[in-house]
Every structure is written in C-alpha cells, then in structure tokens.
C-alpha cells in the first residue's frame, strides 16, 4: 500500500519578529525593488488575531483563494498561500491586466510618446482602412477606450459569454476587428465593459512608441519595480494582449499596488506622474461589478480602489490605511466578491493603529501555524491511493494497468466525469487534463484509436465534428509504442478548444493521457507526452 506523506511548503510567508525600532517607516525608505522588508503585524499596527481570522476563514472555505499579500506601510506582514498553490509561482491576473495597460498609457503621456487622453484614437491608426463610416467613430478619444465608453457595439462581457471577445481571437487581424466595430451610440454616454477596447491601448503603445506594450512596460515599468518574471503573451500579429493573459507572482502584483499608492512614486523616482495616479484612479462612470469605473481602475463605496481580474485576482489600494492587499484566485463567479469581503471583514479591521502595537507572541504563533497548514500539500486521490494519487509533482496509479505521469505545479483536483477516469486536473493555466483506462474497441488498431474512438466523444460535448489535425505514433519514454493525436473543435462557450491525446495499449486495456488547452499547446504536450509506464520511487 502506498504511504500517503504529505508535505509542508514553508508558503513564503515568513513572518518574522522586527530586529531593531520596530515603528513604521515611510514607504519611500525601503521600497523592495529586489524583495518586500518583512515585518511582524504589530509592529506595523496590525492585529495577528485578526489576520489568523482571515487565513483560518479562507483555509476552511470551499477553496478557490490561492494566495492572500498585505503590504502595510511598506512593509510584507502576511504572504499566504493555500495549497495547491505555491510560493513562486506566476498566477494568471486576467483583468488586472488592464490597470497595468492604463499605467503604460499614463507613462507615454508623461515621455511625450501620446499627446494626451484627448487625442482621437483613429488617429494612431493613419493607414487603416475602417469599415464603418459612421462619423461617431471619428470621436473617439483615448479617455473614452479608457472608460470603457467608447459606444462600440461590443458584446464581449461575462454577460454576454464574450461573444465579440471569441470572435476577435478568430479574426485575422484582433486591432482591426475592433476597429470595424459598429457603433452602438455616440462616446462617452455609457459604460460598457469591452475588453476589445483595452487591447486597442496596447495597440495604441504600439503605434504611438514603435515597441510592443510588453517590451515597454518591460523598460518603463517592470525593470524600475524589480519585477523579471512576467509572461504577457501577445496576438498572431505581436500586439501585447493588453486586456489580460498576464502573469505575475503576488509580491510583484504588490508593488504594482504600492506604486499607486505612493502616487507614482518608487525608491525616490516618479515612475508614473502623480498627476495621473490621481486621474485614472478617480471614480469615473458608473458601471457593473463595482460602483464606479476610472481609467481601467475599479470603485466601490469604501474607501480604497482597485484593479479587478475574472475568477477572483484583486490589488486593493487602501490609502486611508497606507496598504495594498492582494488577492489571487480561481473562484466560480458566485464567489468573486468573496476577496472584497475578507478586505472588509479582515485586512481592513486588522489596521488597528497608525503606529506600532505591543507584540502578541500567542496570536503570531497560531497565525504561523495556520500559515503552515494551508500551505501543505497532502496530495489528491481519485477512487483509491492504488487507483489514483497525485503528489509532488507526479500522478501514480499503482492498479494495473500501472502508469505514471507529470502533473504541473499548482495543478487543482477535478471529480471524475466518466467511469473509465482515474484522474483529473485543472492546471494553472486554465485547462483540464485527464488520464483514463478503459476497454480496447473491437476492431480498432492503436494507430486508428485517436481519430475512430476519442474524436466521436469530442463530437458529444462541442458545437461541432472535431477536426483530426494529426495523428502519429510516438514511443514513451520506457519504450512502449502509443499515438499522440491532435484535435481541434469549439465547445458549447464557442472557444476554440485544441485538445491533444496520446493512447497506448496496455495488459489489453486503452490508456490515454488527454489535455483541452484553448491556446498554448506547449504544457498540454509536456503533460500527455509524460505518460509512462515505468513507475518511479514514490
């Protein structure tokens, strides 16, 4: 029988006693461009007490916070993360994304590159040929891209199941797609939430500076931060994808946060006017989700803003309590507000005093230990540890057809879908990824399994026949004969779904390894191409 071993991950979060004047120091003093100065709650004016609430509220949730960051006067005084996730990983922010565009935007106005929020988007655009001539069109400015009230017929909300978001990915050319929009009314009258028109601001860095948004936040913003892990992938035509897509770690999402809350400000330089801090954080419009809208930056009642991503990734600016609180996540949309509401139950609360508080050793060791917990990992089973056991980085099944294979970090747990699954698995990257045992079909050889069996299974779940676009044979790494099949089809949402398998024979039984991403292929070959039946040390 395997021994289940769970292991402990020291989440990064190491709250450590202050050595030395434990009183607040001005955030300008000790920005952490090469690593946050850590400090004990109290000494930052923070109750332990409550901020063990907080993980212990999240630890014994449904799930889906991975990672909670507070930054207090400059300070890190708790870095938490709950297991499946890890300390050192990127997280997807989607959203959030945006406000980083909007800080680009502000940048370029302040190096002269863009005149100002005035200047008529169609004018970065001279050679382009637009399809509409609706003169509406014409007055379009940056403010209203940045607002989300440039009048665009854009159907591309949660609401409306992204419908022209899906339909810009397909399109040839994703800046022209936006830009042939039809106009639904004139700019400026209402706060419709687009992301075609965010991708517009990066292709207007683009036009406006001659460098993709990415290699300009790269020398502009993230190289003055200390930020050098960040992936921002960009469309066919190498446009940064200004709405979303980008990935970064939670203390580096923190500095994003501190930087607006200094006004622009890091280590003694203005990186971004705070003139524009001012402009593009002020409530705006009305709008959905939260109560107010700025420049690509989000309001609500209380008395901080913030930048917003789907399924839950959050960086609360709270000025009145000089902090920043950062959330990530994958949460199911009934529970995105779920890291508002620690922010107000908790993070907030927890801000008892401008200055120091007398240490609390009882409170600060069971934070620690609660930190310890929701970081640990005891890995997943399906079924039964011989049938099913995912940990450190490996699936085992032990049952025959024994096999093994690589599972990615930070990887989540699925239930199964069919009765021939003995795992499954959502990686970080979004996608889903299964292995499963079933009977060979009669008269089905291994090189015909991927297109005669699998596809027909595809063709009962999406809106149309999957397409075979490869099929070859590969050898495992142990040297047993299988098939990696590719196959593209469009599922009930309308995304483009290129779902890879690879099938091997094995005791008379069909093994399979299959993996849905709906756009880099790259971690899905890695996954179903790991497929072993050579099963290493546990």
């Not at 001539?133 to 940056?142: E, N, P, S, V, W």
Request: glycine content about 8%; aromatic content about 10%; hydrophobic content about 40%.
């Amino acid at each position: 029988m395997m021994v289940l071993v769970g292991r402990l991950i020291l989440a990064g979060f190491t709250f450590l006693f202050c050595i030395g004047d434990p009183r607040p120091v001005a955030a300008d003093q000790l920005l952490p461009t090469n690593g946050w100065r850590v400090s004990t709650p109290e000494a930052q004016g923070m109750d332990s007490g409550l901020l063990a609430d907080l993980v212990a509220e999240i630890e014994n949730s449904d799930g889906g916070i991975d990672s909670v960051t507070i930054i207090r006067n400059g300070h890190l005084v708790l870095d938490a993360y709950f297991a499946p996730f890890e300390r050192g990983l990127k997280h997807i922010i989607h959203s959030v994304t945006k406000s980083v565009t909007s800080s680009l935007i502000g940048i370029a106005i302040d190096r002269g590159d863009i005149e100002s929020v005035s200047q008529p988007v169609l004018d970065f655009f001279p050679d382009r040929v637009i399809a509409s001539d609706d003169q509406r069109k014409r007055t379009i400015t940056l403010e209203h891209l940045l607002t989300m009230t440039a009048g665009f017929e854009c159907q591309d909300s949660f609401r409306h199941r992204w419908r022209s978001l899906l339909q810009m990915r397909r399109s040839a050319d994703w800046t022209q797609y936006v830009l042939d929009l039809p106009m639904r009314e004139a700019p400026g009258q209402s706060f419709d939430y687009c992301n075609g028109v965010s991708f517009l601001l990066s292709a207007i860095i683009e036009s406006a500076t001659g460098m993709s948004a990415f290699d300009y936040a790269k020398q502009h913003l993230f190289a003055r931060l200390g930020i050098t892990d960040v992936r921002w992938p960009a469309d066919p035509q190498g446009v940064t994808v200004g709405y979303g897509e980008m990935w970064l770690k939670p203390r580096d999402m923190a500095k994003f946060g501190q930087l607006y809350l200094d006004h622009g400000r890091w280590d003694g330089r203005q990186i971004v006017s705070s003139a524009w801090v001012a402009a593009s954080t002020r409530p705006r419009v009305d709008a959905t989700l939260f109560a107010k809208y700025g420049y690509q930056w989000w309001h609500d009642a209380g008395d901080y803003y913030a930048a917003i991503g789907f399924r839950g990734q959050y960086i609360f600016v709270v000025p009145n309590h000089n902090m920043v609180v950062v959330f990530t996540s994958d949460l199911p949309p009934k529970d995105f507000y779920v890291p508002r509401d620690l922010l107000l139950d908790y993070a907030i609360p927890a801000a008892t005093s401008d200055g120091s508080l007398p240490a609390n050793k009882e409170q600060h060791k069971r934070l620690n230990t609660l930190l310890h917990q929701s970081a640990s990992n005891p890995g997943f089973t399906w079924q039964s540890s011989r049938r099913g056991y995912a940990a450190h980085g490996v699936f085992r099944r032990q049952a025959e057809p024994a096999f093994q294979l690589r599972v990615p970090r930070g990887s989540r747990r699925l239930p199964l879908q069919s009765q021939f699954q003995v795992m499954r698995m959502k990686t970080l990257t979004g996608f889903n990824f299964a292995a499963a045992v079933g009977d060979i079909p009669a008269g089905i050889a291994l090189q015909d399994i991927g297109p005669r069996a699998y596809a027909p299974l595809l063709a009962g779940v999406g809106r149309n026949e999957p397409e075979v676009v490869s099929n070859a044979p590969i050898v495992l790494d142990d040297g047993t004969a299988a098939y990696r099949t590719e196959l593209h089809w469009r599922n009930r949402l309308g995304v483009d779904i290129k779902t890879l398998v690879v099938s091997a024979f094995k005791d008379g039984k069909w093994v399979l390894v299959d993996a849905h991403p709906w756009k880099d292929q790259r971690e899905a070959s890695q996954i179903v191409e790991s497929l072993t039946f050579q099963i290493g040390d546990q």
